[in-house]
């Protein structure tokens, strides 16, 4: 069975500070993809990364970056200088092969204060 | 890029009414969509993987009689919610994988949702 965990529920954090969002998962598949998505208030999901689980280096996105772990079955995100454009819930979510099914954490709320 | 969109966008019903969602792909073909649900201030889960063609399959817990899923065309799949009550108030959202997923990071398209409000 698949399972992702977000143990935050939710996250504040004053304009400019850098946060972590935890995430990790569980899987025996050893084919799997993760993915973080962003939900603004207005409900759509927004792509943010897919990681394979083939590939475990790390990826910076401008604000964003991306720490995979297999060993820990963590892939955590973090935003730097967190603006307030980035209040949001945050989903890290599993899919264990290509168009299957999503598996999604409880989502991370979080809340930037200007 | 590839595109799923859902019609409506948010619909207020009477508490026994039918309401139905439409989602479509709008350039490529999907043979399986996904539906979830999402309650507020929860996470999304799925209720049902619709295929063209053949019957959806639908998760633990879902009624098939409840929640009709038509997948007619390689574009459009349906959810109808029947005979809704206020406890099927939710945020309804669905996918489809891309048809080239070679080019694409994404390995499903989600639609924008659908705020289904039962009073």
């Known amino acids: 069975a698949q399972k992702v965990t977000q143990a935050q529920t939710e996250i504040s954090v004053v304009e400019k500070e850098d946060v972590t969002l935890d995430c990790v998962y569980e899987t025996r598949d050893t084919t799997y993809y993760l993915f973080w998505y962003k939900q603004p208030p207005s409900g759509e999901l927004v792509f943010l990364i897919r990681r394979n689980s083939f590939d475990e280096q790390n990826e910076i996105s401008g604000r964003y970056s991306w720490n995979f772990q297999k060993s820990t079955s963590s892939f955590n995100f973090t935003i730097t200088a967190s603006q307030v454009v980035d209040s949001a819930v945050y989903f890290c979510?599993?899919?264990?092969?290509?168009?299957?099914?999503?598996?999604f954490g409880t989502g991370t709320s979080l809340t930037v204060i200007p | 890029g590839a595109v799923v969109s859902q019609h409506p966008s948010r619909v207020i019903c009477k508490s026994g009414t039918s309401v139905k969602i439409e989602c479509r792909s709008l350039d490529f073909q999907a043979t399986t969509m996904f539906w979830y649900r999402q309650f507020p201030k929860q996470s999304l889960m799925l209720m049902a993987t619709?295929?063209?063609?053949?019957?959806?399959?639908?998760e633990q817990g879902v009624e098939k009689d409840k929640f009709l899923i038509n997948h007619a065309s390689l574009t459009l799949s349906t959810l109808t919610v029947t005979s809704a009550h206020p406890e099927d108030s939710s945020f309804y959202i669905c996918?489809?994988?891309?048809?080239?997923?070679?080019?694409?990071?994404?390995?499903?398209?989600f639609g924008p949702g659908t705020r289904l409000l039962v009073l």
């Open positions: 996918s489809a994988p891309p048809g080239r997923l070679a080019e694409s990071q994404e390995t499903q398209y």
């Open positions: 979510a599993l899919s264990v092969y290509t168009g299957n099914q999503f598996y």
């Open positions: 619709s295929n063209e063609g053949s019957k959806a399959t639908y």
